[in-house]
C-alpha cells in the first residue's frame, strides 16, 4: 500500500466560471505533461473548484502543474 511519503501534492484552485469540459481539459493536459493524477476535488457552493493533483515522488523532475 501507499504511504502519503511516496507521492508530491499539489493545490490547484479552479475559479468559477470554468466550464465542466474546460476544467476536465486542463486536468487532462497537467496529467499528460506532468505525470499528475487526480487525488481530491471539491466543489463549492460558489463554484471554485478546489483539486488536489498528485504523483509519484520520484517524478519531481517533472513540470509542477501551470494554471
Given at each position: 500500500?501507499?504511504?502519503?511519503?511516496?507521492?508530491?501534492?499539489?493545490?490547484?484552485?479552479?475559479?468559477?466560471?470554468?466550464?465542466?469540459s474546460a476544467a476536465a481539459t486542463m486536468l487532462s493536459l497537467q496529467a499528460d505533461v506532468g505525470g499528475w493524477e487526480l487525488a481530491r476535488l471539491q466543489l463549492h457552493a460558489d463554484g471554485t473548484r478546489k483539486v488536489i493533483l498528485r504523483r509519484r515522488a520520484r517524478l519531481s523532475y517533472l513540470p509542477k502543474p501551470v494554471v
Open positions: 500500500m501507499d504511504t502519503p511519503g511516496d507521492y508530491e501534492f499539489a493545490p490547484l484552485r479552479i475559479p468559477p466560471g470554468t466550464s465542466r
